[in-house]
């Protein structure tokens, strides 16, 4: 046991501190930017595939169904040695200066979670009655501007919870940028086992930082939706 312990304790001291701290701080920045692109999407996706033109409707349905139906790992993977294959020369090396390991999990995380968002946003919107649509465009406003004024911000009190889970989902997904080489906190794990041969202490830790993290975003998610609830009436 006491070998077990100073084992585990000898992973947080130089140099693997800074490893871990560094692929954390990689993971959380790659769930910012990822989320960031999946909730603005995500909600432009949702407001057009509630719009009255079929053709629209069709065509957001059919993302959804794509992103929805491919392991994210594959859409990572496309981005990283498709789609950067098909770009100018010019834009991939200046991809690649500025970090193409991170820059293509991030698009193709949050392009893939925005369908999931989508969803969320949707059946939101679904809820609000249609009594407050015809209210709101009866007053002069526009359809977009019924959306952001009116409906869409109860919509978003009401797809919280779904919304936390999709948020604490993406999180943890960010793992899968590990295949392309982003140096996240998986990653750096993985490094750390490689070096110490410490595969069970170096795995716990990355459990406790995941756990820890996913935690946290779901009481934060639940905090700010308990606050930002419709009153009954």
Same mark, same amino acid.
Request: glycine share 4%.
């Given at each position: 046991?006491?070998?077990?312990?100073?084992?585990?304790?000898?992973?947080?001291?130089?140099?693997?501190?800074?490893? +871990?701290?560094?692929?954390?701080?990689?993971?959380?920045?790659?769930?910012?930017?990822?989320?960031?692109?999946?909730?603005? *999407?995500?909600? +432009?996706?949702?407001?057009?595939?509630?719009?009255?033109?079929?053709?629209?409707?069709?065509?957001?349905?059919?993302?959804?169904?794509?992103?929805?139906?491919?392991?994210?790992?594959?859409?990572?993977?496309?981005?990283?040695?498709?789609? =950067?294959?098909?770009?100018?020369?010019?834009?991939?090396?200046?991809? /690649?200066?500025?970090?193409?390991?991170?820059?293509?999990?991030?698009?193709?995380?949050?392009?893939?979670?925005?369908?999931?968002?989508?969803?969320?946003?949707?059946?939101? *919107?679904?809820?609000?009655?249609?009594?407050?649509?015809?209210?709101?465009? /009866?007053?002069?406003? /526009?359809?977009?501007?019924?959306?952001?004024?009116?409906?869409?911000?109860?919509?978003?009190?009401?797809?919280?919870?779904?919304?936390?889970?999709?948020?604490?989902?993406?999180?943890?997904?960010?793992? %899968?940028?590990?295949?392309?080489?982003?140096?996240? %906190?998986?990653?750096?794990?993985?490094?750390?086992?490689?070096?110490?041969?410490?595969?069970?202490?170096?795995?716990?830790?990355?459990? %406790?930082?995941?756990?820890?993290?996913?935690? =946290?975003?779901?009481?934060?998610?639940?905090?700010?939706?308990?606050?930002?609830?419709?009153?009954?009436?």
């Amino acid at each position: 046991m006491q070998n077990f312990l100073n084992a585990f304790i000898t992973l947080f001291q130089p140099p693997y501190d800074v490893l +871990l701290l560094e692929g954390l701080a990689l993971t959380l920045k790659l769930t910012l930017f990822s989320w960031i692109l999946a909730v603005a *999407l995500g909600v +432009l996706l949702a407001m057009v595939r509630e719009s009255k033109n079929i053709v629209c409707q069709k065509t957001v349905a059919s993302y959804v169904a794509f992103q929805r139906n491919v392991p994210m790992l594959v859409h990572i993977l496309l981005w990283y040695f498709g789609v =950067s294959n098909i770009l100018p020369i010019a834009l991939q090396d200046q991809l /690649s200066a500025l970090g193409s390991e991170f820059i293509y999990p991030a698009i193709a995380i949050g392009l893939c979670m925005a369908a999931y968002f989508c969803e969320d946003i949707r059946s939101g *919107l679904r809820s609000i009655p249609y009594g407050q649509h015809e209210a709101s465009r /009866s007053l002069g406003m /526009s359809y977009l501007k019924s959306m952001r004024h009116v409906i869409l911000p109860q919509a978003l009190r009401v797809c919280a919870p779904p919304f936390i889970n999709h948020t604490v989902l993406l999180f943890k997904n960010t793992s %899968l940028a590990m295949a392309v080489g982003a140096a996240e %906190l998986t990653y750096a794990v993985r490094d750390i086992e490689n070096q110490t041969f410490l595969t069970f202490q170096a795995y716990l830790i990355a459990t %406790l930082f995941y756990l820890m993290v996913s935690l =946290s975003l779901m009481w934060l998610g639940s905090y700010v939706a308990h606050q930002a609830r419709i009153p009954a009436r």
